[in-house]
C-alpha cells in the first residue's frame, strides 16, 4: 500500500478522465440555481512546513447530490470579495472516471462520465471572506444521502433505499467516507460495528489516538501544536494503486467497495491513515521509515481497540515466536544492518523501542521535531535515528542507543555522543541479557509483548544476577591507555572505576545488564573506540573492543550533494583531503525520471591526468550503492548535473559552486578550490579555520561535554589543530585558546586503588612494624593486627588509628595506636562491604606509613588521614567529609557479642544463650529445674537458620518440664537467622551487649538476621525458603565437548551415592584455545561456600587421563563453566532428557530431589 505524490495522482486523474467544461455565460438555464456559502481553514503553514499532511488537503464540502452518469453541473463562484478560485471535484469509486476542475466567477459546466458525487474542496486562508458557490443541476439529480454522526440511522436507510442513489456519505468531525450503493446492505449489519454511530466512534478514537500520538491539540500550549479542524476523506478506487493508497486530495481503498478499509477495524485503514502523519524526519536514506513510520500509528491503535486480540494483528499475526525467531536471525544470525530489514521487521524494532519510552515520548518527537523545523534549528537532513533517540531520551530519560548499535541502525557520531553523555540510562533487549530460567523469570515479573522488549539495570536488580566479565582492549599500542581509568556507568551515575594496567580489564561481580564506557583515548594518539557499551548477559563473559586510531578531524572534510526530483537527494560525495578518502554513494535508484539519459556525473582525476574514477548516473534508473577513492592533494573532481541549481556542496565557501552544468574542483589539503569561482587556496584554509572554530564551540558551549575528558570530539579538536602547517601563526593561538578546554578535567587516577588484596604497614620507633591491616575485598575481610610491645614512646597520644565506617556512616570498627604504652598482641576481623570507609591517620605517614597492593606489588602514596571508599574493583582515596553521618536504626543492634537472657518463675535466669560473631559460635545454656510452672507449653525458644534457610537449631523451653542443665554449641555465621520467643518479654527476657553494657528492645517474638556489624531485627518471612529443585532427578550427566566437538570429559552427579565424578581423556581440549585462561572449570563448594574441589581445563594442555570422585552432601554447591557452551559443546542429560543449550556458567545447589539453579552471589563468602 503506497502512498502516491499527490501530483502523479491528479495528473493521471486529469489526463484520463473525460470532462466536459463549457463558459455559458448569458446562456438559458433552466434548473433552478442553488448557492452554498462555503467554510474556510486556516492554512497551518507549521504543519506544512514538517510535510505533516494529516489529510489537509481531503476537507471537500459537498454539494449534496450524485450526477447521473452524463449528468451536468453548472458552477460558479460568486463572492466577489474573496480573492482566487475553488476546485470542484466530481468523485466515485474509480480515479479514471473522475475530475478536478478550477471554478472561477464564470459559470463551468462539468459533465460527468460515472454517476459521480460533486464537492468543493475546502480553502485554506486567513481571508475573512469565504468563497460562496452558485450551481444548477437538473430537477431529476438525486440527492446524496447523508449521515453525520448522531443522525437517525433508519432515516438515513430510509431515504437512501427511496433514491436507490449510487453513493452515501457518512462523516464525523474527523473523517468522511463516500460509501458505494454496493456496501449498503454491508452498512446496515457490520462485522465489527452494531451501528454506523458506533463506526463514527472508532473514528474518533482513531484521529483522537493519532493526534494525541502527534501532539497536536485545539488548544495547544505551543504554536506550533494546533490542531486543524479538517476531515479525511475515504472513498473505494477500483483502479487505485496497491491494495490502498494515500494521496493529496483522498485515501482510498483499492476496490468497487470501503468495507475491507473503511467499514471494519482491519488495518488497511489504518495504515492510510498514518500516512498522514509523516514527516520531513523520514528523508534519511540511512534508515528509511516509509511504510513504517504510519504503522505505528496503525499498531499503536490496534494494541489500543483490540485487546488480547492484538497479537493477533499485523505486527504479530498470532504467531509472537516467529517474529523474535526473526529479529534473532536479523541481529545475531545474519546481522542484517537494520535499514536492509523489511517494513515489518523495521516496525517491530521502532516498536521495541515506542513501548519502552511510552506515548509520551512519542509525542514530544513529534511536537520538538516540528518545533525545531519551524524554527529552522535543525542540520539538513539530519539522520532520523539521532532525531528518535534525542526526542525519546529527552521525555523517557532512556538512551536508546546501545540497542540501536545492536540492530545496526544508523547514526551521525554527534547523535551518538550526544546519547553518550546524556545522562539517560540505557536500555536492552531483555533476551540479550537474561537466558533460560532467569528469562523466564523476568518475563513472568516484567510486563513485555515479547521476549525482546527493552528493558533497563534498575528492572534487573531485584534478580541479583552477575557473573566476571572481561573487556579485552584491541589496541596497537597499549602504553597509550595504561595507567588510565575505564568508567563503567548506568546513565550519569558511575557503576564502577578501573585502572586500565593489562589489555583484559576484568570486572568481578558485575550485575546483569547494559552500561555505557568512558574510555580513555589516548595520550599521545587519538583512538576511537569500536563501541561505548558494554553488554553484560548471563551466556557471555568477554568482550573485545578495538581502539582504531583516529584517521581524521573530519573538519576538512565537504560533501558533494545531488538532488533530483522535488530536490529530494540521489547521492553526494564526501571528500576528506586529511584522510585521503572520498566516499561517493547513490542512495536512489530514480533521480529524476523526466531524464531518460545520463542526469549527473562524477570523476575523479588524478595528479597526472588519469581517471581514477568516473560514474555516469542516469535520470530514471541507476544502480545504488557506496564506493570509496583514495584522493590526495592535487586531484581534479569534474561534476556533471543536467539541473546545477539542484547540486551544492555542504561546507565549503558558498561561491565555490557556479550555475554550469559542467563544474570543476581541485582537492587541496583544506578543501575544494575552483579556477571559474575564484576559490583559492587560501580560501580553503580560512574556510577550514572558520569551521575548527565552529567545530571547537560546540564542544566549549555544550556544559556537559566541555567537562568529559574522553568525549572523541576533543580527540578531533586536537586532531583539527594539529594538522595546521606548524608555520601558520594561528596554529599557535587555537593551541593556547583551547589549551584549557582540551586538558583532562577529572584524571585522578593516583585515587584509584583496583585490586583485591591491598595492606597498610604501619611503622614507629626505629621503623618497627608495630600493626598492619590487610584488607581482602574476595573474602570482605579486613583483619587488623597490632604486634606486642610499644608504638613510639615520643608520642603520648594516638600515634596512628584506623577507623571503618558503613556505607550509612555509622561505626563499626577503631582503633587507636597510642605511642607510648606496650601493648600485646591483638588481631581484629572485620567485615567490610563496597560502599564502606576506612581511614587511616599515621602521624609520621611520609616515612613509616606504607600501602601495597599485594597482588601486583604496587605501591601507593599515604596520607598523614586518608579516607578509602572500598568499591567492587578496589579501593578509591575520597574526602573524609564524604562519610556520611550515621542514623540510628532500632532494628540494628550493634556489637560483635551479645547476652541473651531468659528468665522464668520468681524471676529465675532459667537459660542464657551467647552470641560470639567473631568466633562465629553460639552458645545456648539450661540451667537445671523448672521454667515457670503455669505454662504448659513451650515457654521460651530459640531456633537458629543457615544462610540458605535451613534449620541448623532448635530448643523449647516447655514452661512445666523440669528440665537437666544442658550445654549447646552452635556454629553461626554472617547471613545467618537467629528466632527468639518468650511469653514474657517486657519483664523476663533481656538482650544486651556485654562489652558496651547497651540493652535492647524485647518482643514476645523477633528474629534476627547476622550481620557484619552485629545483628539486625528482621520480619520472619526474610528467612529464606528452603531451596526447590529446577532439574529434578537422581542422576545428571555432564558431556564436555571442544575442538571439532570432541568429547574431552565428563561428569555425572548421583544424588542416591551422593556422589560426583569427573574424568578427563587424555590429550588436549581445545587446540586454538591458550592457557591465559581456564577452557572449562568444575568446582564444588560446601554449604559455607568453602572450596572443596576445583579444576580447571586449559584447551591447548595436553593431559593424561583420570578420575576424581567428590563426596557430596545436601546444601553443597556445584560450579560448571564451558566458554564454548552457547554453542552447544557443554551437554546436560537429566535421566535420558537432553536439556538443551546451557549458558556459559552454570550454578547449583544439591537439594533433596535435584538441583536448584543459583548464581555465584547466593554462594556463601568464607574467609
Known amino acids: 500500500m503506497k502512498s502516491r505524490k499527490i501530483r502523479t495522482i491528479f495528473m493521471s486523474i486529469l489526463l484520463l478522465a473525460v470532462v466536459i467544461v463549457a463558459t455559458t455565460i448569458g446562456q438559458k438555464v433552466e434548473a433552478a440555481t442553488m448557492s452554498k456559502k462555503l467554510y474556510t481553514l486556516e492554512n497551518p503553514t507549521w504543519l506544512r512546513n514538517q510535510q505533516f499532511s494529516k489529510g489537509l488537503d481531503h476537507d471537500k464540502q459537498g454539494l449534496g447530490m450524485v450526477l447521473p452518469k452524463n449528468g451536468t453541473i453548472e458552477i460558479r463562484q460568486v463572492n466577489t470579495n474573496f480573492k482566487g478560485n475553488v476546485t470542484l471535484e466530481l468523485l466515485n469509486d474509480d480515479r479514471l472516471e473522475e475530475s478536478a476542475t478550477t ?26 471572506n469565504p468563497p460562496n ?5 437538473s430537477d431529476t439529480t438525486p440527492l446524496l444521502p447523508t449521515f453525520n454522526q448522531g443522525d437517525n440511522e433508519a432515516d438515513f436507510f430510509k431515504k437512501w433505499d427511496e433514491t436507490n442513489a449510487s453513493f452515501a456519505l457518512i462523516s464525523n468531525k474527523y473523517i468522511q467516507i463516500l460509501v458505494p450503493k454496493g456496501d449498503k446492505s454491508y452498512l446496515k449489519k457490520m462485522r465489527d460495528f452494531t451501528s454506523i454511530d458506533a463506526l463514527l466512534a472508532y473514528y474518533d478514537s482513531v ?22 479542524a479538517n476531515r479525511y476523506f475515504a472513498k473505494a478506487d477500483k483502479n487505485g494503486y496497491g491494495l490502498g493508497s494515500y494521496g493529496q486530495y483522498h485515501t482510498s481503498d483499492t476496490s468497487a467497495s470501503v468495507i475491507n478499509f473503511w467499514l471494519t477495524k482491519g488495518w488497511g485503514g489504518l495504515h492510510e491513515i498514518g500516512h498522514g502523519y509523516q514527516g520531513t524526519f523520514m528523508q534519511d536514506e540511512t534508515f528509511t521509515t516509509g511504510e513504517v513510520w504510519n504503522n505505528i500509528y496503525a499498531n499503536t491503535m490496534q494494541k489500543k481497540a483490540n485487546g488480547a486480540d492484538y497479537y493477533n494483528g499485523w505486527l504479530y499475526s498470532g504467531n509472537i515466536a516467529a517474529v523474535e525467531e526473526t529479529f534473532n536471525k536479523q541481529v545475531y544470525v545474519n546481522k542484517t544492518p537494520a535499514n536492509d530489514w523489511n517494513v515489518h521487521d523495521k516496525l517491530y524494532l521502532l516498536t521495541l523501542i515506542k513501548d519502552k519510552a511510552g506515548d509520551k515520548a512519542f509525542q514530544h518527537f513529534n511536537q520538538s521535531h516540528r518545533t525545531a523545523i519551524n524554527a529552522k534549528t535543525l542540520e539538513e537532513k539530519p539522520r532520523f535515528l539521532d532525531l528518535l533517540n534525542k526526542y525519546f531520551g529527552e521525555s523517557s530519560h532512556y538512551n536508546f542507543a546501545a540497542y540501536l548499535e545492536l540492530v545496526q541502525g544508523s547514526m551521525s557520531l554527534n547523535g551518538k555522543t550526544e546519547a553518550l553523555y546524556s545522562g539517560n540510562k540505557a536500555v536492552y533487549p531483555l533476551a540479550s541479557l537474561f537466558s533460560g530460567e532467569n528469562l523466564a523469570k523476568a518475563r513472568k515479573d516484567i510486563a513485555l509483548d515479547t521476549k525482546w522488549g527493552l528493558v533497563s539495570n534498575t528492572q534487573l536488580e531485584k534478580y541479583n544476577v552477575a557473573t566476571t566479565m572481561n573487556i579485552q582492549f584491541a589496541i596497537d599500542d597499549f602504553t597509550e591507555i595504561k595507567g588510565k581509568v575505564l568508567k563503567v556507568k548506568d546513565g550519569a551515575d558511575v557503576v564502577r572505576e ?6 583484559t580489564v576484568t570486572l568481578k561481580n558485575m550485575p546483569i545488564g547494559i552500561y555505557s564506557l568512558d574510555i580513555p583515548t589516548g595520550i599521545t594518539r587519538s583512538y576511537e573506540p569500536s563501541t561505548n557499551y558494554l553488554a553484560v548477559s548471563d551466556t557471555s563473559n568477554s568482550t573485545t573492543i578495538t581502539m582504531n586510531e583516529l584517521q581524521t578531524s573530519d573538519i576538512a572534510t565537504q560533501q558533494l550533494v545531488f538532488k533530483g526530483l522535488s530536490d529530494n537527494v540521489f547521492a553526494t560525495a564526501s571528500v576528506d583531503p586529511e584522510k585521503g578518502n572520498m566516499e561517493f554513494a547513490v542512495t536512489k535508484a530514480d533521480p529524476h525520471y523526466y531524464f531518460a539519459g545520463e542526469y549527473a556525473a562524477i570523476e575523479v582525476i588524478n595528479e597526472i591526468g588519469q581517471s581514477v574514477f568516473k560514474r555516469s548516473i542516469n535520470g530514471a534508473k541507476t544502480e545504488t550503492g557506496k564506493t570509496e577513492i583514495a584522493i590526495k592533494p592535487g586531484y581534479t573532481i569534474k561534476v556533471i548535473h543536467q539541473e546545477p541549481h539542484r547540486f551544492g556542496i555542504i561546507g565549503a565557501p558558498s561561491k565555490l559552486t557556479n550555475t554550469s552544468q559542467n563544474q570543476v574542483f581541485k582537492v587541496t589539503k583544506y578543501g575544494l578550490t575552483s579556477d571559474v569561482t575564484g576559490v583559492t587556496e587560501q580560501d580553503a584554509l580560512a574556510n577550514y579555520k572558520t569551521k575548527l572554530a565552529t567545530f571547537a564551540a560546540t564542544i566549549n558551549d555544550n556544559a556537559v561535554y566541555k567537562n568529559e575528558d574522553n568525549i572523541i570530539l576533543k580527540s578531533m579538536l586536537k586532531k583539527g589543530i594539529a594538522y595546521l602547517p606548524d608555520t601558520d601563526s594561528d596554529k599557535a593561538t587555537y593551541q593556547k585558546k583551547y589549551a584549557d578546554l582540551l586538558t583532562p578535567k577529572n584524571e585522578n587516577i593516583s585515587n584509584l586503588l583496583s585490586g583485591e588484596q591491598f595492606q597498610f604497614q604501619l611503622k614507629g620507633h626505629s621503623d618497627r612494624e608495630f600493626a598492619n591491616m590487610r584488607i581482602n575485598l574476595d573474602t570482605n575481610k579486613a583483619t587488623i593486627t597490632q604486634n606486642a610491645g610499644e608504638p613510639h614512646w615520643y608520642f603520648l597520644d594516638a600515634y596512628a588509628s584506623i577507623k571503618i565506617n558503613k556505607a550509612n556512616g555509622k561505626e563499626i570498627f577503631k582503633k587507636d595506636f597510642v605511642g607510648r604504652g606496650s601493648v600485646p598482641t591483638t588481631q581484629n576481623n572485620v567485615t567490610i562491604a563496597v560502599g564502606d570507609f576506612i581511614t587511616v591517620t599515621h602521624q609520621e605517614f611520609d616515612i613509616r606509613l606504607f600501602l601495597k597492593n599485594e597482588e601486583t606489588g604496587e605501591t601507593y602514596s599515604t596520607y598523614k588521614t586518608a579516607t578509602y571508599l572500598v568499591t567492587a574493583d578496589g579501593l578509591k582515596k575520597v574526602d573524609t567529609s564524604e562519610i556520611p553521618t550515621p542514623t540510628k536504626d532500632p532494628n540494628e543492634l550493634d556489637g560483635q557479642k551479645f547476652q541473651v537472657d531468659f528468665k522464668g518463675y520468681s524471676d529465675r535466669l532459667f537459660a542464657t544463650m551467647a552470641l560470639d560473631l567473631q568466633k562465629e559460635q553460639a552458645t545456648i545454656t539450661q540451667h537445671a529445674g523448672q521454667v515457670h510452672w503455669v505454662f504448659p507449653d513451650a515457654y521460651a525458644s530459640i531456633k537458629i537458620y543457615n544462610t540458605r534457610g535451613k534449620q541448623t537449631y532448635a530448643k523449647d523451653f516447655i514452661g512445666q518440664d523440669v528440665a537437666p542443665s544442658s550445654l549447646d554449641n552452635v556454629s553461626i555465621s554472617e547471613g545467618y537467622y537467629v528466632t527468639v520467643t518468650h511469653k514474657e518479654p517486657m519483664l523476663r527476657l533481656a538482650i544486651t551487649n556485654p562489652d ?14 547476622v550481620t557484619p556489624y552485629g545483628l539486625l531485627k528482621v520480619d520472619e518471612n526474610s528467612i529464606p525458603a528452603q531451596s526447590v529443585a529446577d532439574l529434578v532427578g537422581k542422576n545428571f550427566a555432564y558431556k564436555f565437548l571442544g575442538y571439532a566437538d570432541v568429547n574431552f570429559a565428563n561428569l555425572a552427579v548421583n544424588l542416591d551415592t551422593m556422589e560426583l565424578t569427573f574424568s578427563q581423556n587424555s590429550g588436549q581440549a581445545h587446540i586454538y584455545v591458550d592457557k591465559t585462561k581456564p577452557y572449562a572449570t568444575v568446582e564444588v563448594r560446601d554449604d559455607d561456600g568453602r572450596v572443596v574441589y576445583k579444576y580447571d581445563v586449559f584447551g591447548s594442555e595436553n593431559v593424561t587421563a583420570f578420575k576424581k570422585n567428590i563426596k557430596l552432601e545436601a546444601g553443597y554447591y556445584l560450579i560448571i563453566t564451558h566458554l564454548e557452551a552457547n554453542v552447544n559443546r557443554l551437554k546436560l542429560s537429566v535421566g535420558n532428557a537432553d536439556q538443551g543449550t546451557l549458558p556459559s556458567q552454570n550454578v547449583y545447589e544439591i537439594v533433596d530431589n535435584g538441583l536448584a539453579k543459583k548464581t555465584l552471589s547466593d554462594i556463601p563468602k568464607t574467609n
Not at 133 to 137: G, H, L, S
Not at 498 to 503: A, D, L, Q
Not at 997 to 1009: N, R
Open 103 to 128: 471554478i472561477g466567477s464564470s459559470w463551468v459546466t462539468v459533465t460527468a462520465t460515472a454517476d459521480s458525487v460533486p464537492f468543493v474542496r475546502t480553502t485554506y486562508t486567513s481571508d475573512p
Open 498 to 503: 578501573v585502572k586500565i594496567t593489562t589489555p
Open 207 to 228: 484521529f483522537e489516538t493519532y493526534n494525541e500520538l502527534a501532539g497536536l491539540s485545539f488548544t495547544p500550549q505551543k504554536a506550533t501544536d494546533k490542531n486543524i
Open 996 to 1009: 558496651t553494657k547497651e540493652a535492647f528492645a524485647v518482643s514476645v517474638k523477633a528474629t534476627y538476621k
Open 133 to 137: 458557490v452558485e450551481y444548477k443541476v
